[in-house]
T-cell receptor, first 114, second 115 residues
Framework: DAEITQSPRHKITETGRQVTLACHQT?????MFWYRQDLGHGLRLIHY???????NKGEVSDGYSVSRSNTEDLPLTLESAASSQTSVYFC?????????????FGQGTRLTVV | DQQVKQNSPSLSVQEGRISILNCDYT??????FLWYKKYPAEGPTFLIS?????DKNEDGRFTVFLNKSAKHLSLHIVPSQPGDSAVYFC??????????????FGRGTQLTVWP
């Protein structure tokens, strides 16, 4: 079955370290998204991509970067982790830019920056 | 600037009764609306959607109503069951151009269904 997987599920890192969260989908979806979920803020968009070599900033992109070298993967990198980036991170994918379809979410990565 | 708003952070309903979750949006270009359900330690899962050309969509116990003039949508769950206890997120997409396909989420409503 097609799916979307995130790794790791849990991560503890130190302030200032570079961290990369992986996201892999097997639906061959063009659109991929990274969100963070924080209490009182719901799901906020970090970065998104509409296809290979395409990346766009979301509403909370500072301190994060993504790259899209193939259709299946959109890794999220925290350049220098900060305590404010302690959060639960969700990756999602959807079919393509022109279609009104739902996005499918991964199980999430809980990141703690100490 | 929150374009999708869920003003009730929590809702408590007795089993068997109706649950009504509300959502408002500000962007008149949105043309597709979705509800997601999220259990603790899991990713959000798609529940039901509605296109702006409709005002109602049903799927079993779940019905979504859309009032475009008021920029308001609601999710009705009838009858509510304890397994429905979760956080419900309202989302919207549209707007055209570079934001097409992107989902804008509300902050969520925690639904608790008690026996």
């Amino acid at each position: 079955d097609a799916e979307i997987t995130q790794s790791p599920r849990h991560k503890i890192t130190e302030t200032g370290r570079q961290v990369t969260l992986a996201c892999h989908q097997t639906w061959n979806h063009n659109n991929m998204f990274w969100y963070r979920q924080d209490l009182g803020h719901g799901l906020r968009l970090i970065h998104y991509s509409y296809g290979v070599q395409d990346t766009n900033k979301g509403e909370v992109s500072d301190g994060y970067s993504v790259s899209r070298s193939n259709t299946e993967d959109l890794p999220l990198t925290l350049e220098s982790a900060a305590s404010s980036q302690t959060s639960v991170y969700f990756c999602a994918s959807s079919l393509d830019q022109g279609a009104n379809t739902e996005a499918f979410f991964g199980q999430g990565t809980r990141l703690t920056v100490v | 600037d929150q374009q999708v708003k869920q003003n009730s952070p929590s809702l408590s309903v007795q089993e068997g009764r109706i649950s009504i979750l509300n959502c408002d949006y500000t962007n008149s270009m949105f043309d597709y609306f979705l509800w997601y359900k999220k259990y603790p330690a899991e990713g959000p899962t798609f529940l039901i959607s509605i296109s702006s050309i409709k005002d109602k969509n049903e799927d079993g116990r779940f019905t979504v109503f859309l009032n475009k003039s008021a920029k308001h949508l609601s999710l009705h769950i009838v009858p509510s069951q304890p397994g429905d206890s979760a956080v419900y997120f309202c989302a919207a997409s549209g707007g055209g151009g570079s934001t097409l396909g992107r989902l804008y989420f509300g902050r969520g409503t925690q639904l608790t269904v008690w026996p």
